[in-house]
């Protein structure tokens, strides 16, 4: 029987990185992973994949729309899906590869096996028995789906399937239009694909700025994405190889049937901890079937805690990483914290969105003053000859004290421009405070600068 200092089920961003850091303060530390991989859903079937079809798929979109443009003349690439998918592979590879490469630099060992939780203080891994002092539950989460559909992983698939289709589709539905919907429906709608997101809300992206997903998906229709919003899908049927949609229209309830070659079920996520034995352990769960925790991320059983997709909070992989380095800290003995209200969301389409902090809606439900620094893209210039002017950048700050409070951006590059905003109000920084920073030109960057300006007296360039 061997003892740890730390056992940690699962290797996803929040596994890995909470075994780096717990190894970092020199705990005895070793994690549990089933996969013939390390890095969970996030490295194998997940982030890392679907940012490769996505950076693939939008080379083929520029070199068939705007290379002609800038002299770039030639015949379009043509679609080989097979070296498409070994790229991906290849990309997935490199990264676990890169994660067994610092578990052994930081003398983390891998117990390979599906774990489970027999005791406190005790970890299953196959026959065998370890000890632990702290045990931390960091297995994810699995696709969701709606009843009365049958996943296939060929025809009717999750986000896994998706990945990794026999052929381009010529017409995919996309039930569910969140984050990965839309980023999957973008990568097949640009390898030729005819595709159609169907939507139970009467608008996209949940819980973004109303504004900004307003306009997002005003850029996806012109990129050729249809929508049907406000509908309940009731049923998914297959045969011959093809599926079809059954959906009811929420402002008439009448009925409706659409037919595809594939169907994309993407409805969110939901915490994996089967097979665990949390029951029998007694540990407490929420009505959602995420595991209880502290501001400690301690459960209620003593020297087991939890962290990432399986808790409460936003499932990002970020959030994930975060709260495992948070929580090695704790079982170090030291403090560990997570500050939620500074965790920016981002979507990989074409243009990218990036957001953090408040939204105008929740600000007008908290009854709290405002004010509003847009700066759109179109004034931009580095993204005006980078043919990337669609989109804007909006910053939130406080009416009477100009602390940001928030910020969206829908614009090339989104997701990295947050990070300065993100920085910003980690540090309580005012709207003036970004302004009076000197940004280089031509860059992006500038129009977050830009934003920030316009909460004052006004953008320069608009």
Request: proline residues 3%; aromatic residues 6%.
């Amino acid at each position: 029987m061997s003892s740890y200092d730390v056992i940690i089920i699962g290797s996803g961003p929040g596994g890995y990185v909470c075994a780096i850091r717990c190894a970092q303060l020199g705990l005895k530390t070793a994690v549990v992973e089933g996969r013939e991989t390390l890095g969970g859903t996030c490295l194998n079937i997940g982030c890392i994949p679907s940012k490769a079809l996505l950076h693939a798929s939008h080379q083929l979109h520029e070199a068939e729309h705007n290379f002609a443009k800038m002299g770039l003349v030639g015949k379009a690439p043509s679609v080989d899906w097979k070296q498409m998918l070994a790229y991906k592979d290849d990309v997935i590879g490199q990264n676990t590869k890169g994660i067994e490469f610092l578990f052994k630099k930081n003398k983390i060992d891998w117990l390979k096996g599906w774990g489970s939780i027999p005791e406190a203080g005790k970890v299953k891994v196959g026959d065998d028995i370890h000890e632990a002092k702290n045990i931390i539950i960091a297995t994810g989460s699995t696709p969701s789906t709606l009843p009365g559909i049958a996943i296939d992983e060929k025809i009717v698939v999750t986000s896994e399937g998706a990945l990794a289709l026999g052929k381009i589709p010529k017409k995919l539905i996309v039930i569910g239009a969140g984050v990965i919907g839309l980023e999957l429906g973008s990568v097949y709608a640009r390898l030729g694909a005819e595709v159609q997101v169907i939507e139970f809300l009467d608008h996209i992206t949940p819980g973004m700025d109303a504004e900004v997903a307003k306009n997002f998906q005003r850029i996806l229709a012109k990129q050729g994405l249809g929508f049907t919003l406000g509908a309940a899908v009731q049923s998914v049927a297959t045969a011959k190889g093809r599926a079809s949609v059954t959906y009811k229209l929420r402002k008439d309830d009448s009925t409706h049937t659409i037919d595809a070659d594939t169907v994309l079920v993407a409805t969110g996520r939901k915490p994996y901890t089967d097979g665990l034995g949390l029951d029998a352990l007694g540990v407490t769960m929420t009505d959602r079937g995420q595991i209880a925790t502290d501001s400690h991320y301690a459960t209620n059983i003593k020297g087991i805690y939890a962290i990432g997709d399986a808790i409460t909070g936003p499932m990002l992989a970020h959030k994930a990483e975060d709260e495992g380095m948070a929580v090695a800290e704790v079982v170090a003995g030291r403090h560990g914290h997570v500050n939620y209200g500074v965790i920016p969301g981002v979507i990989y389409t074409h243009p990218e969105v990036a957001n953090v902090g408040e939204t105008e809606e929740t600000l007008k439900n908290q009854g709290r003053a405002y004010k509003v620094g847009k700066f759109s893209f179109m004034g931009n210039g580095r993204a005006k000859a980078n043919f990337a002017g669609e989109g804007f950048v909006k910053i939130l700050a406080d009416k009477d004290t100009d602390r940001i409070l928030g910020a969206h951006i829908i614009g090339p590059m989104a997701g990295d421009l947050i990070h300065e905003i993100c920085v910003a109000m980690e540090f309580g920084a005012s709207a003036q405070d970004l302004a009076m920073t000197c940004h280089a030109h031509p860059t992006y960057s500038e129009a977050v600068r830009e934003a920030a300006l316009a909460c004052g007296d006004g953008a320069i360039h608009a």
